[in-house]
């Protein structure tokens, strides 16, 4: 039975994860190495809950249950009695790999060391462990508490038992599950790079602006948010990485290649909705501010 449960990183999937788990019943630590990023989960959290209560979705006592359910930690070591740890730190193979190690020196032999990349070898992040045969990816997307969809990705290292465990505890939170197998991007994150990248050069040549291009996919395209808004909603430093890896993944495939512009508005700190400016500029509670 999984009860305990460490979430490594309190940014936008980690803090979406914990809630996921907490809601389920599970006593989840939230761990992160930035203090502020902690309290900016709790602080959301807060919010997000209220306004479920508001909405008559969940009443006070459930409330302070999922809030109770979560403990917040800037220190690894507290995650040493977890029964599966996910974590969801910035998307860069090498810092990945040093927290997996670290973190495996801290939790039981049973414990599954899960991670929530979108694009890195699960192969790759498991050879940083002694017991690589523990580790899987579970990839959950944005926002984790609303979509359904959960790639459970198991790594040429994985047992078959974790594969089991990791399906069968992500089915309890009530997500469905698609296993994937360990390749750039999955399947989601795959399918979805030309649906940027195209975009992209179509803004690029000139043919149609931001906006014309998202209210063009919205109304005719049946897509519930343009490529331009689902950037900003992602982040745009997390979806040029993640470009970047699928294309490098793929042995520099020119179907991947990375646009110009999305690149610079990373380098700009142009990072979309959680920055209050990327192809949009949008109000404290993360609504589009009308140009
Ligand atoms: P984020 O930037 O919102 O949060 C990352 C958090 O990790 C930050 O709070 C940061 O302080 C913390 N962190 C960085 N290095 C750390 C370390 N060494 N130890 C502990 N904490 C550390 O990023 P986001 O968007 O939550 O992405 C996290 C992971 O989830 C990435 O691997 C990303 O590819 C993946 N992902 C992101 C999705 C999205 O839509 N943003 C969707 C699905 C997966």
């Known amino acids: 039975m999984i009860n305990k449960v460490g979430i490594i990183g309190s940014g936008t999937m980690g803090s979406g ?31 997000i809950l209220a306004r479920l209560v508001e909405k008559g979705r969940i009443d006070s006592a459930e409330k302070n249950r999922i809030q109770t359910n979560i403990s ?5 070591k507290d995650l040493s009695d977890s029964d ?20 495996e020196s801290y939790v039981s032999d049973e414990c599954i060391i899960a991670s929530n990349t979108s694009s890195l ?20 997307f944005n926002p984790a508490p609303l979509m359904q969809l959960v790639e459970v990705i198991p790594a ?19 997500k469905t599950v698609a296993i994937a197998k360990d390749t750039p991007g999955f399947i989601v994150n ?11 050069r179509i803004y690029e040549e000139g043919i149609a602006d931001f906006e014309t291009i998202d209210r063009s996919m919205k109304t005719l395209g049946g ?35 990375p646009a110009f512009t ?16 990327g192809y949009y500029n949008y109000d404290e509670n993360g609504s589009i501010v009308p140009q």
């Open 84 to 103: 599966l740890t996910i974590e969801a730190i910035v998307e860069n193979l090498e810092i990945k790999k040093k927290v997996f190690s670290e973190l």
């Open 156 to 174: 040429i290292q994985t047992s078959k038992e974790v594969l089991d465990k990791s399906v069968k505890i992500i089915s309890d939170w009530k």
């Open 262 to 277: 999305q690149k610079r508005f990373a380098e700009a700190g142009y990072l979309g909705r959680k920055s209050g400016k």
């Open 17 to 47: 994860i914990a809630q996921v788990a907490a809601t389920s019943g599970c006593k989840v630590k939230l761990y992160d190495t930035n203090q502020a990023a902690l309290d900016k989960a709790k602080s959301a959290l807060e919010k």
């Open 190 to 200: 795959r399918v979805a790079r030309p649906f940027y990248s195209e975009a992209l």
């Open 223 to 257: 897509f519930r948010m343009g490529p331009f808004e689902l950037m900003d909603f992602i982040g745009n430093d997390v979806n040029y990485t993640v470009t970047e890896t699928v294309f490098a993944a793929f042995y520099f495939d020119p179907r991947y290649k």
């Open 121 to 140: 070898s699960i192969a790759s992040i498991a050879a940083s462990l002694q017991k690589p045969e523990r580790c899987i990816g579970i990839h959950f």
């Open 72 to 76: 917040y930690s800037d220190s690894l």
